[in-house]
């Protein structure tokens, strides 16, 4: 994940983002499983904070917290939640364990996690799974693992033909099972375009 830290490689991630093919309907979709009484959102490897503020455009008065690796992307987030009242957006490796930071409603990523190896991924949904109050949902827009090197390509070719080097691709139902075995009640691929997916845990 070290390209995100280097100031130029994250302003022109950035300015990419919404060419990703179909993100928008993954996005909706992960509004629509929030739970009704969001009041409190943690967004993993926040980015420039994009998904925190779409979950905030549906509850306006949710306090967020905003967690990542690069200083070019914190100061993009902070950037877009200045004069905001309720969020905080604070430096976190995702490498390392969570911080206390309380419990919350919801806990939100995108496409940040396939960054790290799996066992990082799965000891870090255990770490999530525990920071979820009753109720809570885990709501992970991921890329990830196809299901051979021909779907793989064509994947690739959609986006530019451009690899990763960072990337570390898990499949998306082992990823479910991970999910379940950390005490996830139910976990599901809620959405799913070619290696983008929508993974969802709920918590009772």
Not at 7 to 29: C, I, K, N, S, T
Not at 33 to 38: E, G, R
Not at 117 to 134: F, H
Not at 179 to 190: H, P, S, T
Request: aromatic share 8%.
């Amino acid at each position: 994940m070290t390209e995100y830290r280097d100031p130029e490689y994250a302003r022109a991630y950035l300015a990419a983002q919404d060419a990703v093919p179909q993100r928008g309907v993954g996005e909706r979709l992960l509004l629509d499983l929030l739970p009704v009484h969001t009041r409190r959102v943690l967004d993993l490897g926040c980015g420039d904070g994009r998904l925190l503020a779409l979950v905030r455009s549906r509850f306006e008065q949710a306090e967020g917290v905003a967690l990542d690796a690069s200083e070019a992307m914190l100061e993009a987030a902070r950037a877009r939640f200045a004069g905001q009242v309720g969020v905080t957006a604070a430096h976190h490796d995702l490498n390392d364990p969570l911080p206390d930071l309380g419990t919350f409603d919801a806990v939100v990523s995108g496409f940040a996690i396939h960054h790290l190896p799996d066992e990082r991924k799965r000891t870090l949904y255990r770490e999530v799974r525990a920071r979820l109050a009753p109720g809570g949902v885990f709501l992970n827009l991921e890329h990830v693992a196809s299901v051979n090197e021909r779907e793989h390509a064509r994947f690739l070719a959609l986006l530019g033909g451009k690899e990763d080097q960072s990337n570390r691709l898990a499949p998306a139902w082992t990823q479910v099972e991970w999910l379940r075995e950390v005490g996830f009640m139910q976990a599901d691929v809620a959405w799913k375009w070619l290696e983008l997916v929508l993974l969802v845990g709920w918590v009772d």
